[in-house]
């Protein structure tokens, strides 16, 4: 029974998220217009369709990036960790303004949540058009995304609240985000991202296997193994086609990617120096 409510569920909700894509990609082929504003807007709703990722790159400017940058920086420096390891103002008369969410500390990274309650200029930045109108088309619903800040260092830079040097990572084993709906999130690059940096986000590029078509038992057993999967067992689970599929998702400060992490990815291991994004969620 649980296995036949959970896949009402999730073909209920692909097939609205499917939908509501198709009719976005009609309305926009008809009425959409040849600006950079639409242009990359069905970038990005044609291409999570297709591979489950899109990439702008460029989509901001070094000046644009570079001020929130600033930004951040300016707003952590104004917090401290207590002795539970977690950020609360500086400014004692201000602990209403103290962050209260769910936060994520290792070693050299840090991941803070909800930066658009703390900073006017973030929460102007995250209530832009562009990023509403993603949020209606791909998750169906009207509304400002929630801006996370996403620090990754190899101890050597100092940062607000940054402690020691990345080794192993926040969401460093294959995982979904969600085993019954779509998961769209974006990502600002503040900082270039390669191979040669590491600390990327690796995601398996949706193929005729994709996971959310996937039947029950497969995520079932999957939950259950070693999460420290090879490719090769990838591809022997059908969670992969083919090793091609497994795509670093790398950029430039300054670019824009779109994922839907319900498909399978992780967080790699940072190899050098400090990258900072800002996810757009
Ligand atoms: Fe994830």
């Not at 369709?49 to 570079?66: A, L």
């Not at 509403?132 to 169906?140: A, F, P, R, S, T």
């Not at 619903?141 to 801006?147: N, V």
């Amino acid at each position: 029974m649980k296995n036949i409510n959970f896949l009402i569920a999730k073909n209920y909700k692909n097939f609205l998220f499917y939908s509501r894509i198709n009719f976005f990609i009609f309305l926009l082929n008809i009425r959409g217009g040849s600006s950079y504003y639409f242009k990359n807007l069905k970038k990005i709703v044609t291409e999570i369709k297709k591979n489950g990722y899109c990439r702008i790159p460029n989509f901001f400017n070094q000046r644009f990036i570079d001020n929130l940058i600033d930004e951040t920086n300016y707003i952590l420096s104004k917090y401290e960790l207590n002795e539970n390891n977690y950020p609360v103002s500086k400014d004692k008369s201000e602990r209403i303004n103290d962050l209260k969410k769910n936060h994520e500390f290792k070693p050299g990274e840090i991941k803070l949540k909800f930066l658009e309650g703390i900073s006017k200029n973030l929460d102007f930045f995250s209530k832009n058009s562009f990023f509403q109108i993603v949020n209606l088309i791909l998750k169906g619903k009207y509304g400002s995304p929630s801006l996370i800040y996403h620090l990754l260092s190899d101890g050597s830079q100092t940062f607000p609240l940054l402690k020691g040097k990345s080794q192993s990572r926040i969401s460093g084993d294959w995982h979904i985000d969600s085993k019954h709906e779509h998961v769209i999130k974006g990502i600002v690059f503040l900082d270039d991202v390669n191979e040669t940096t590491g600390g990327y986000t690796e995601i398996i590029k949706n193929s005729k296997n994709r996971l959310m078509k996937k039947n029950f038992d497969i995520h079932k057993r999957f939950h259950e193994e070693d999460k420290s999967i090879s490719d090769e067992d990838l591809i022997k689970s059908g969670l992969m086609d083919k090793a091609e599929y497994k795509v670093p998702l790398y950029g430039k400060k300054g670019d824009l990617i779109y994922l839907d992490s319900s498909n399978l990815h992780r967080g790699t291991k940072l190899h050098k120096g400090y990258r900072r994004l800002l996810w757009i969620y």
